[in-house]
Antibody, heavy 123, light 105 residues
Framework: QVHLVQSEAEVKKPGASVRVSCKAS????????VHWVRQAPGQSLEWMGW????????RLSQKFQGRVTITRDTSATTVYVELSRLSFEDTGLYYC????????????????WGQGTLVTVSS | DIQMTQSPSSLSASIGDRVTITCRSS??????LNWYQQKPGKTPKVLIY???TLQSGVPSRFSGSGSGTNFTLTISSLQPEDFATYYC????????FGQGTKVEI
């Protein structure tokens, strides 16, 4: 079975950085892009960026460029997202999600999702 | 980044009602449009992909239509388990979600 398991909740002070991990299992790690999605309390889903675990290439939402880094460790089949210069507005649930493709076609969606990691920014 | 505008942001409905949610993209995304359902405390679950293809296991009361920039999710007869928040997502260029539609009693 395909699974994504994320790291535990974090509490950080404003201005600090946080790194969240997402361990993949049950499939060929290098074959599927992994995305990061944020959901602030009571708010919508916000796409942050993705990584191609095969070659390490990343693409970020314009909103997060310069503040977010996505990396991977192929030997550990784990993807990481690091967010720097945290502010109170960065409080929320951070999800990783894997691309899944339509049979033989170009369409894709997110499945599965990690369980989410709560990041709380508090002074 | 492509912007996705979803409406309404919330709606009140009764069991058996027909519910329609719309999603508009800021540029053409052809049929690269997914619909997700999210219940409180749960991760999103895909209902529709490629604008109109029902994901395996999803009840047939859910349907999607549209292409280009205008899309619709329809629930033909609302059931108790359908009270949730629904999101559209474009997968044509990077990814973007709509703001969500909360379906309430």
């Amino acid at each position: 079975q395909v699974h994504l398991v994320q790291s535990e909740a974090e509490v950080k002070k404003p201005g600090a950085s946080v790194r969240v991990s997402c361990k993949a299992s049950g499939y060929t790690f290098s074959s599927y892009a992994v995305h990061w999605v944020r959901q602030a309390p009571g708010q919508s889903l916000e796409w942050m960026g993705w990584i191609n675990p095969g070659n390490g290439n990343t693409r970020l939402s314009q909103k997060f460029q310069g503040r977010v880094t996505i990396t991977r460790d192929t030997s550990a089949t784990t993807v990481y997202v690091e967010l720097s210069r945290l502010s109170f507005e960065d409080t929320g649930l951070y999800y990783c999600a894997r691309d899944t493709f339509s049979p033989g076609g170009p369409y894709n969606w997110f499945d599965p999702w990690g369980q989410g990691t709560l990041v709380t920014v508090s002074s | 980044d492509i912007q996705m505008t979803q409406s309404p942001s919330s709606l009140s409905a009764s069991i058996g009602d027909r519910v329609t949610i719309t999603c508009r993209s800021s540029q053409t995304i052809y049929s690269y449009l997914n619909w997700y359902q999210q219940k409180p405390g749960k991760t999103p679950k895909v209902l529709i992909y490629a604008a109109s293809t029902l994901q395996s296991g999803v009840p047939s009361r859910f349907s999607g239509s549209g292409s280009g920039t205008n899309f619709t999710l329809t629930i033909s007869s609302l059931q108790p388990e359908d009270f949730a928040t629904y999101y559209c997502q474009q997968s044509y260029s990077t990814r973007t979600f709509g703001q969500g539609t909360k379906v309430e009693i």
